[in-house]
């Protein structure tokens, strides 16, 4: 592998339950997500596109956590990376995993997310490779702890190519240290993403961040991460490492398409702001700069931004402009399936439908379903 995951074709989805009704609330969980996130995000350590990383905090239902991950699986051709935080559990009856919700219950597993259906949508992601980090054990027994029991969490929990990380290991607490910001073994899994790791090499793999991550958690006596992997996805590397910055060296070979997908994604974010201030006129011309930046090699999918162009076009009474902008997307979206290339098919019928083209809107309407059913033969 030459470099880190294709931040354009990846995506993360970061699920955190941290309030309960009948379990004890672990609110650092919610820190967890948040700070994972940042890390993920920053160009000197993945550079993953802000809205390429979901973050669920405190889910309800089921659905809450499953439809983001069916979603990302769906979007990601490279890496699909999933991470869990919060309670763990384990149904009496049947002694399968679950992850906890806000209203679950102690050993009654359909209060919670059966893992076995997470494992599910991994398998059927279009994405070539899976990472899972599971910050949890199986049942909660304090205010302070992850609680549960441990019986090969890893081996339950593996799925075909993908690469699953935990944070304890058998008839072991996962920890949440009282009065510290991260659980423990999130809070040593930043500390190693922000400072890298000193006479290590440039990217990261997977491997490595586990031996890290386990060499910080057993200096401090706390539970030891565990980790099961198929298809040598240990070697994956995943991340930059920040310390190979610190000495004065490249964290890793920023590419011009890096540079081009993070001004893209700034220009995405710095007109939505002026728009959300009413400044909708001057966020136009950042979105067609933000179009130019495009990468040659066609990398940094530019239908988000063109959306949003011809969005703020609309707002702004210039409906043929917007038509063309969409016009421009619907050239490209023959070439992709998801829930963009979807909308901007619908969003084009309705403004072909409402400037009277009914017969061209029922075409790109017959095109949206054919992408969807594209869609559905791509995945394995």
């Known amino acids: ?71 990302a699986g769906e979007e990601a051709t490279d890496t699909l990376l999933v991470y869990y935080a919060g309670h763990g559990m384990r149904d009496a009856a049947t002694a399968d995993l679950y992850l906890a919700l806000q209203g679950s219950r102690e050993h009654v597993g359909y209060t919670a997310v059966a893992y076995q259906h997470l494992r599910a949508a991994l398998r059927d992601s279009s994405a070539r490779r899976k990472v899972v980090v599971l910050d949890c054990c199986f049942s909660g027994r304090a205010a302070s702890t992850l609680a549960g029991e441990e019986d090969a969490l890893a081996a339950q929990a593996a799925i075909e190519g993908a690469y699953v990380l935990t944070a304890s290991p058998r008839d ?9 910001r991260h659980t423990a073994f999130t809070g040593e899994l930043l500390t190693i993403l922000r400072h890298g790791i000193h006479d290590g090499p440039e990217l990261l793999d997977l491997d490595t961040l586990c031996r890290a991550v386990e060499a910080r958690l057993r200096s401090k006596n706390r539970p030891l991460p565990q980790h099961a992997q198929e298809m040598g996805m240990g070697r994956l590397r995943l991340v930059r490492n920040r310390a190979r910055a610190v000495r004065g060296t490249p964290a890793g070979p920023v590419l011009a398409a890096d540079i081009r997908s993070a001004m893209v994604v700034a220009g995405l974010g710095l007109a939505r702001t002026l728009r959300a201030a009413g400044r909708t006129r001057d966020a136009l011309p950042v979105l067609r700069l933000a179009l130019q930046e495009r990468a040659p090699d066609g990398e940094g999918d530019p239908l988000a931004v063109q959306l949003e162009l011809s969005d703020m076009l609309e707002e702004t009474g210039q409906t043929r402009e917007a038509m063309e902008v969409l016009e421009q997307a619907f050239q490209q979206v023959h070439r992709f399936y998801g829930p963009e290339a979807v909308q901007v098919c619908r969003r084009l019928a309705s403004l072909l439908q409402e400037s009277g ?7 790109v309407l017959e095109h949206a379903l054919d992408l969807l059913q594209d869609g559905s033969r791509a995945l394995p």
Do not use: F
């Open 172 to 180: 072991a607490v996962a920890l949440s240290p009282y009065g510290e």
């Open 1 to 71: 592998m030459a470099g880190v995951p294709d931040p354009a074709a990846s995506r993360a989805v970061l699920i955190g339950s941290a309030g309960y009704r009948h379990l004890a609330a672990l609110p650092s969980v919610e820190c967890n997500v948040k700070d994972l996130a940042a890390e993920l995000c920053d160009a000197t350590i993945w550079g993953l596109p802000e809205q390429h990383c979901t973050q669920v905090l405190d889910p309800q239902h089921p659905a809450e956590v499953l439809d983001p991950v069916n979603r």
């Open 357 to 363: 083209n009914h017969i061209q809107a029922c075409e």
